[in-house]
Nanobody, 122 residues
Framework: QVQLVESGGGLVQAGGSLRLSCAAS????????MGWFRQAPGKEREFVAG????????YYADSVKGRFTISRDNAKNTLYLQMNSLKPEDTAVYYC???????????????WGQGTQVTVSS
């Protein structure tokens, strides 16, 4: 059974930073691509960033490119999302996910965490 647990969310002022973490259970974390998605109230869940199993390949949504950085520590079974220069429109519940590919399609990911709330005040 794969479990993904996000942490690190909270309330931050515009222009601030947060680092989200996603702790994964199991011994196969390093074999899979990982991704971050987010869902704002009344909106569809959208792709934020994806990362290959090795960490060598990354893919970002245009809306976060240059501000967010996805990374992983396979020794710790943990995925990260460093978020800088946060904007009010980044407010959402952020989810980590495990998949076979690190693209933007939700169908590429088959395990999801419960999410962590990020609120950016103006």
């Amino acid at each position: 059974q794969v479990q993904l647990v996000e942490s690190g969310g909270g309330l931050v002022q515009a222009g601030g930073s947060l680092r989200l973490s996603c702790a994964a259970s199991g011994r196969t974390f390093s074999s899979y691509a990982m991704g971050w998605f987010r869902q704002a109230p009344g909106k569809e869940r959208e792709f934020v960033a994806g990362l290959s199993w090795s960490g060598g390949g990354t893919y970002y949504a245009d809306s976060v490119k240059g501000r967010f950085t996805i990374s992983r520590d396979n020794a710790k079974n943990t995925l990260y999302l460093q978020m800088n220069s946060l904007k009010p429109e980044d407010t959402a519940v952020y989810y980590c996910a495990r998949g076979d590919k690190y693209g933007s399609g939700r169908s590429s990911y088959n395990y999801w965490g419960q999410g962590t709330q990020v609120t950016v005040s103006s």
